[in-house]
């Protein structure tokens, strides 16, 4: 079966760094994407990776091992605004999006 | 302002009903996709549409219907609802011109089936 796996929850602190940690076991890669979704709202598209290596856009960076099934996304200056859940999805190959259950992230003064 | 709408933003349904929720984009994109959010669980996909005049079932398509008569409209219905189905409901959109096929995200419907 198809499986995406990410932490239930994380706490962080304000101007802090977190990492947030994505497996996944798919049938097929065709580039994993990080969403962001704050409560009650729709998901909102971060970042796309479908090569090895970190891709790094402002204070958010991506990285992903496809050997490893393993990507994750980095958070750094975290501001209150970041606190949102983070949601981990691989296109298939089927080119359909299997979604992890996502990560809440909470940022505390 | 471009982008996707659904309606109704929210809606309590009696068991037994039949429920129409829409979704209108006016981007263009030729795929359209129609998502259930339950509390714990991903994002699982009911149906989809690679373009207009052609559907296709998801991870859990049963109890659900839609169609794609022209670009801009996936309406999803309910035939007969039950209390299974209370969740919130998010159509989204890609291009497939977009070598990533970024989807966007409507804002969702919130239904409760008693």
């Known amino acids: 079966g198809q499986n995406i796996d990410q932490p239930t929850e994380m706490t962080a602190t304000e101007g802090a760094i977190v990492q947030i940690n994505c497996t996944y076991q798919t049938s097929g890669f065709n580039g994993l994407f990080w969403y962001q979704q704050h409560a009650g709202e729709a998901p909102t598209f971060l970042s796309y990776n479908v090569l090895d290596g970190l891709e790094e856009k402002g204070r958010f960076s991506s990285f992903l091992s496809r050997s490893k099934g393993y990507s994750y996304l980095l958070l750094k200056e975290l501001q209150m605004k970041d606190s949102a859940s983070y949601l981990c999805a691989v296109m298939d190959s089927n080119y359909q999006l299997i979604w992890g259950a996502g990560t809440k992230l909470i940022i505390k003064p | 302002i471009a982008g996707i709408t659904q309606a109704p933003t929210s809606q309590i349904l009696a068991a037994g009903r039949r429920m129409t929720l829409r979704c209108t984009q006016d981007m263009r994109h030729n795929a359209m996709y129609w998502y259930r959010q339950d509390l714990g669980l991903g994002l699982r996909l009911i149906h989809y549409?690679?373009?207009?005049?052609?559907?296709g079932k998801g991870e859990v398509p049963d109890g659900y219907s839609v169609s794609r008569a022209n670009t801009d409209d996936f309406p999803l219905t309910l035939a007969s609802a039950v209390p299974s189905q209370t969740s919130v409901y998010f159509c989204a959109s890609s291009d497939s011109g977009d070598p990533q096929e970024t989807q966007y995200f409507g804002p969702g419907t919130r239904l409760l089936v008693l």
């Open positions: 549409s690679n373009t207009a005049g052609t559907t």
